[in-house]
């Protein structure tokens, strides 16, 4: 009888301790799978909806970007307003009156090639892609605030690949623009707003509304088609029901510096400079696919890192690829901003370095090579352990091709994660990056004669994309320019103007 009672309490403590073992080994196996995931995970997150910004109405696994970004992106410190959380809430219920496949779409395209006095139900602005990914998606994103702003409902053409990068941003609806859309064959029509001013074809005092015209924002617009910025031109565009939005630049600065825009504009963005972070965050979210690219190559080469800067490069010279004087600017860079460590001659002693980690983007692998032979030949002179990573390197550019458009949109994305960011002089794919992180990038001067700049970047004073071609600052915007705080000149394009703090104005 003892022995029995023995052996059953032996056995008891053996199970006890196997217990024990278990609970251990499982805590162990999920502090690895932290490690290995997105940095500092453990730790409380923003909630999945950014602060208002996103709606819960869509399924996680259609789009696990919408949900999951948080995981990966530190909380923004730019709250969006609360004007600006209802007026999507109150726009998505609008798509869904007015989007595809609805009776008043229905009535609205029937409608399309008959003039009338006045605009219909639903009103409609239809995005058109223009060439390179970073132009496509700055003019995308002025393209809906311009629909937030005037009560339009935003479509977009569907025939290059865009299904393929972004998921569906409004809920219980569509925003592509239906291939059987008898605007589908006029969206390169001649029926241009510009082009018909000039022949007197249209003006502010004509009885009827034209059905739909066209808007021609181009970096080549001419001085006709900038009248779109005018307060008198758009008494009269309100009243078209069809907008047609061909452009590749980033145009909200100027729609800030329309009257009757400006009391909405500040109450939906208090922070003037916020305006691309939350419109970006809130429409843009990486199809699974592209996620997929994403969150692999993020938890293979960033997450375990300490520190991790993204460094951009784009070669607008020709000819384009490798260029010493370019690597020179960014190392220069680099140096003076104190954003990576110089190498030193002997080792630094340390019993638990640090690990930085470099994501280089660019077209040529030249840059990212001359970084990591550098760290790996030389020792830096704080200690820290530099590593530096390049996910793809396509050589030229391919729009439209759908794997490489992917790529460049994941790498985008990524770039916006790191904790700081050097950017290219006026390259949009920069742009897009800075704006999404919510960061002020170190933005490298565009280099003159083959030589490094001197000082070789500065610091940007705002997130905001610059509009490269502005209207002229005379004329109808003359006097909103001069009169208020909301834009600057951008740091690396004099011509171009930018939306900025009020600290930072001309």
Known sequence: MKLRT??????????????????IFNHQLLDAMTINGPRDSGKPREDKLLGGLLTEEFDEGSCLSRYQSSL?????????SHYLVSKLRSYEMLHKRCGPGTEAYKRATEQLGHDSRSAGECRYIVWVAAYGLGN???????????ALLTERVLLVDQRTDITHLFCEPFPGTSWLLPLDSPLMGRLDSSR???????THAINSTIRTTPSYLSLYLMHDYEDHDKMFFCERDQNLIRQVSWLVFNSNMYSVPSLWLIPSFQTELIKLFPRTDTVFHHLGRYLLHPTNQVWGLITRFYNAYLSRADETLGVQVRVLTNPAGYLEHVM???????????????????????TSPKLKAVLVTSLYPEYSEKLRNMYWESPSSTGEMVQVHQPSQEMYQQTDEKLHDQKAFAEMYLLSLTDKLVTSGISTFGYVAQGLGGSKAW????????STPDPPCVKAVSMEPCFHRPPPLYGCQ????NSTGFVTRCEEWITGIKLVD?????
């Open 443 to 450: 933005i490298l001067y565009r280099p003159t004669n083959h």
């Open 72 to 80: 990966y992106r530190k909380p923004s410190p730019y709250e969006p």
């Open 328 to 350: 020179n600017q960014i190392l220069e860079c680099t140096k003076r901003e104190k954003l990576l460590p110089e190498v030193a001659a002997t080792n630094k002693t340390s």
């Open 502 to 506: 009020s600290e930072y104005v001309f």
């Open 6 to 23: 023995l052996f059953i309490t032996c056995l008891l403590l053996w199970l006890l301790m196997l217990l024990s073992l278990f609970i």
């Open 478 to 481: 003359a006097e909103p320019v």
């Open 136 to 146: 496509r998606i700055l003019s995308l994103v002025s393209a809906f605030l311009y």
């Open 192 to 198: 241009c707003y510009g082009t018909m001013l000039k």
